[in-house]
Nanobody, 122 residues
Framework: VQLQAFGGGLVQAGDSLRLSCVAS????????VGWFRQGPGKERDFVAA????????LYGDPVKGRFIISRDNAKNTVYLQMSDLKPEDTAVYYC????????????????WGQGTQVIVSS
């Protein structure tokens, strides 16, 4: 089982960026997927999650209204569209999956990707 996160990079404040999480899980459509991030010297925090069942989405308070999570089950991919990026969004972003419901808790996820770095300059 593999999850690979892509799309990180160096951007300026106010820019947009889209992260992708590609999974080898089968069938991918039955897994909930979440995004977490860990900034320099900080704990890993919840960003967003999406269910497999009905497209239910959850967002962490710092990203509500700016980030959108979506999925394309045919491509085994979950996206995190990030807009109006701020320097405090700088972090390594990780995707994770579980066979249950979307959750903001790291312990709810069984599989983790390697992370992709996002740096937002002011």
């Amino acid at each position: 089982v593999q999850l690979q996160a892509f799309g990180g990079g160096l951007v300026q404040a106010g820019d947009s960026l889209r992260l992708s999480c590609v999974a080898s899980l089968r069938p991918f459509s039955t897994y909930a997927v979440g995004w977490f991030r860990q900034g320099p010297g900080k704990e890993r925090d919840f960003v967003a999650a999406i269910s497999w069942r009905n497209g239910l989405t959850l967002y962490g308070d710092p990203v509500k209204g700016r980030f959108i999570i979506s999925r394309d089950n045919a491509k085994n991919t979950v996206y995190l569209q990030m807009s109006d990026l701020k320097p405090e969004d700088t972090a390594v972003y990780y995707c994770a999956a579980n066979s249950g419901s979307p959750s903001s808790r790291m312990g709810a996820y069984d599989y983790w990707g390697q992370g992709t770095q996002v740096i937002v300059s002011s």
